[in-house]
Nanobody
């Protein structure tokens, strides 16, 4: 199995910030620019939900519940996508996953990073 690698999760107080990073596997380094990268999250006993996405031309989209608080960005030279999360709320507590997909190239997932927002 080939995975993306997420990092940057942790415990933060409400109102705090975290920056998640998603690193592509070497097998897609040469074609990384073609991939749409998405961040999902899954809270306990809830379904996985899309948080934000960034396309190959850096068009971004956000779920309504993170608009104005989260920012997704990509660095094609470093093969990474970041998710800057500000003004975090307890409801943001979840395991965050990144996913990479491209036409005719399949989809890759990471194994997740835990974000806990608690005082």
């Amino acid at each position: 199995q080939v995975y993306l690698v997420e990092s940057g999760g942790g415990l933060v107080q409400p109102g705090g910030s975290l920056r998640l990073s998603c690193k592509a596997p070497r097998s897609i380094f040469s074609t990384f620019v073609m991939y749409t990268i998405e961040w999902y999250r899954q809270a306990p006993e809830k379904e996985r939900e899309l948080v934000a996405s960034i396309t190959s031309d850096s068009t971004t989209e956000y779920a309504d519940f993170v608009k104005g608080r989260f920012t997704i960005s990509r660095n094609n030279s470093r093969k990474t996508v970041n998710l800057q999360m500000n003004n975090l709320e307890p409801e943001d507590t979840a395991v965050y996953y990144c996913s990479a997909s491209a036409p005719s190239r399949g989809r890759y997932w990471g194994q997740g990073t835990q974000v806990t927002v608690s005082s």
